[in-house]
Structures are given as structure tokens and as C-alpha cells.
């Protein structure tokens, strides 16, 4: 898709598979670049002049919505939002201490999911985006998750990787709990679900 002398990574696409978001160090610092799947178009949109308060600072972990109008992504451990069309970045978690994860959007586009920390316990965190409501602790999920969780297509689980080399699944109301057998262990950096 691209191939570049420059650092491009974390690549996330829309539900329709129409376009792209990744992260880009091409303009000399981190940004978030949109860009169709043929290479027709590309441009940025997010800045680093969209945080003129904290500048220089890494995107990580970009998420394109499934409807592709907005994007989620990981910006000194917190997590904002920032339409795709360019303009105000939003904190997507109100009260919460810090988020560790890469966000996965619910396929509605309406919520993210993450690992929230809450007295330095993880726990799989759901949040309404634009909602401005706190975050919510899946019960039953605080220090089970070893990888970022994600969404099922349906909407019905959450998934991530568990202890003891398994895979968790998870209903995003917390009520329903499964755990799946994994050939290996998971581990945040080296272990991603799709």
C-alpha cells in the first residue's frame, strides 16, 4: 500500500475499505495522514499545530472509525478523537487516569474500547465518544487483558489477549465472558488481534 524512506505506520482502515489513516513522520514530525487505498489522494489530518499547548509530541495507535468520519488515536497515554476531515481534537475519556492502549471502534463508529487504568489495576474501559461520559470498566476484566482489545464486526464481543495463552472475549455490557485457547501467550507489543 505505501513504501516510503520515511517512518509510516500503524495503518487503520475504514469499514468500507475507501480509505486509510496512518502515522507519518514525512513533514518532519508525527502526524495523522488520510489516504485512498489506489494513492490517488492522501493529506494530513492530524497536527501537531492542532495541540499548540503540547507540541512534538507522538501520535501512536491510530484507529479510523468503521464509517470513516473520525479517527481514535493514543497521544501521550491518553486518547483523543479529531474528525478525519481535519479540525479540534477531543479527549475521548473524561476522568480516567490514563488509557494504555491502542482504541478500537464499536462498529457503529459510536464508542471506543481500550485498556483504562484505574488505581494502577488495567481493565478492559469502554467509552461513548462525544458522550462526555467516563469511562466503563468491563467487571470481571481488570488485569486479564495482555494485548489492546478489539471489537468484534458484530458488536456483540470484545476481544484481547488473555492470560495463560488465551483469548478473551468479553460482551461490551461485561455480563458474558469466554475464554478462547491460544497457541501463544500474549504480549502488548507482540500480539494483535483482528
Known sequence: LLATA???????????GDQMAFITDRSGESEIWLRNPSGNWERPAVRQSDFPND?????QCVALSP???RTAYNRRGRSWVSPASGGRAS????GGERETSAPSWSPDSSSITYIGTSGG??????????GQQSQFFLP???????????????GLWIAC???NQSVLLVSPDGKQHHSLPSPVSAASNRFVLV
Open 161 to 163: 489477549g488473555g492470560s
Open 91 to 94: 479527549q475521548a475519556v473524561l
Open 140 to 154: 470481571g476484566t481488570a488485569n486479564q487483558c495482555a494485548s489492546a482489545p478489539v471489537w468484534s464486526p458484530d
Open 121 to 130: 489495576i488495567m481493565h478492559v474501559a469502554v467509552t461513548r465518544v462525544g
Open 55 to 59: 507540541p512534538g509530541q507522538a501520535f
Open 67 to 69: 464509517d470513516g468520519t
Open 6 to 16: 520515511r517512518s509510516e505506520i500503524s495503518p487503520s482502515r475504514s469499514a468500507a
